[in-house]
């Protein structure tokens, strides 16, 4: 009578198609989780976009409500150990540059600020740099959780003008054309051959690191989305 062979000596190819499929559930479920915990911060703002605007606010003005929601979740993210210090570092950095922005922007009227706050600088309440903070801890703790690295990363006189051509982009689209669309190109064309790889549960996969910037901005837009439905700003159109 002969022996079925250990599952230990089965071959990925040889599972079941039953075992493939719970296997191929059961890394998913891990990657969505991890994706989960490194969402925390954007969750919270969402969440306090809405609750500030359908409760009624006692003492402060909602965008104040919101800079100190903000600052508690802060501290907690780093006293808990979800955030480190040194991401708490590149988290404020991305903080400053979006309260920058947002200044520029609202002079500008791309979109405004119209509620009261004690916490507002030339039309900005604080609160908002928050929201490019987020993000920022979003790209750290997936970093960290998946342990994710880049293979064949363009040279560095290659990356950093054409980043700091995206960031200008922003500010001179107002006096002059606006690239954004040769410079997505310009991003796909020198990204090309690099890729991002992470793991899940200790098992390692790769995709095209282009992608990765496409789901990301594809998520920030219906993340905007959201807080334009929440009034987090308002546009003028």
Request: contains cysteine.
């Amino acid at each position: 009578m002969k022996s079925s062979p250990s599952p230990s000596l089965l071959r990925k190819g040889d599972l079941p198609m039953g075992a493939r499929f719970e296997q191929a559930l059961r890394q998913l479920v891990r990657f969505g989780w991890q994706q989960a915990l490194s969402c925390v911060f954007p969750v919270v703002i969402f969440a306090s976009l809405a609750l500030t605007q359908w409760l009624p606010l006692p003492f402060l003005p909602r965008y104040d409500w919101l800079l100190l929601i903000c600052l508690a979740m802060q501290v907690w993210m780093v006293r808990s150990g979800l955030e480190t210090r040194d991401e708490l570092k590149v988290i404020t950095v991305f903080h400053l540059i979006g309260l920058a922005l947002e200044m520029f922007k609202v002079h500008m009227g791309s979109w405004a600020y119209p509620e009261e706050g004690w916490t507002k600088v030339n039309g900005v309440p604080l609160y908002s740099g928050f929201m490019y903070a987020s993000v920022a801890s979003y790209l750290c703790q997936a970093w960290r959780r998946l342990n994710v690295n880049l293979v064949r990363f363009p040279p560095l006189w290659l990356v950093v003008p054409l980043a700091a051509s995206i960031y200008l982009n922003f500010f001179t689209h107002h006096y002059w054309i606006d690239v954004r669309w040769w410079l997505s190109a310009l991003v796909l064309i020198v990204f090309w051959r690099t890729w991002v790889t992470y793991e899940v549960g200790g098992k390692p996969y790769r995709m095209p690191l282009s992608l990765s910037f496409v789901l990301i901005g594809f998520f920030i837009w219906v993340a905007e989305n959201v807080a334009t439905f929440f009034s987090a700003w308002r546009y003028p159109n």
